[in-house]
């Protein structure tokens, strides 16, 4: 089975940072494309960041050069390093993949197979 694992959510003040771990099974992250997405109570959902087979990535145009996705193909992990929290980024995240794509934007226009059960992040 296809499990993805998240931690690293806290609640920090503004200015600060923070890096969620997803921690995957079941498959090789490397032939996957993978993502994260957020959401908030009361509204959609929103993909965040994404990342391709051959590394290629995008962003949310509101987290472009605070934060930044990565992965360890040795370990089958996932990240996502936050910087500059600020409060509108408060929300639940989640890991995602997908297992046909073939651009660092795959969030953006398909949805995942797979999520994972989410971490909070909270910032004031």
């Known amino acids: 089975d296809v499990q993805l694992v998240e931690s690293g959510g806290d609640s920090v003040q503004a200015g600060g940072f923070l890096r969620l771990s997803c921690a995957t099974s079941?498959?090789?992250?490397?032939?996957?494309?993978m993502g994260w997405f957020r959401q908030v109570p009361g509204k959609e959902r929103e993909g965040v960041a994404g990342?391709?087979?051959?590394?290629?990535?995008s962003y949310l145009e509101s987290v472009e050069g605070r934060f930044t996705i990565s992965e360890d193909s040795a370990k089958n992990i996932l990240y996502l390093q936050m910087n500059n929290l600020q409060p509108e980024d408060t929300a639940m995240y989640y890991c995602?993949?997908?297992?046909?794509?073939?651009?660092?934007?795959?969030?953006?226009?398909?949805?995942?197979?797979?999520w994972g059960q989410g971490t909070q992040v909270t910032v004031s």
């Open positions: 079941g498959y090789t992250i490397r032939n996957y494309c």
């Open positions: 995602t993949s997908r297992y046909d794509c073939y651009s660092g934007s795959w969030w953006k226009v398909v949805e995942p197979n797979y």
């Open positions: 990342i391709d087979s051959k590394g290629d990535t």
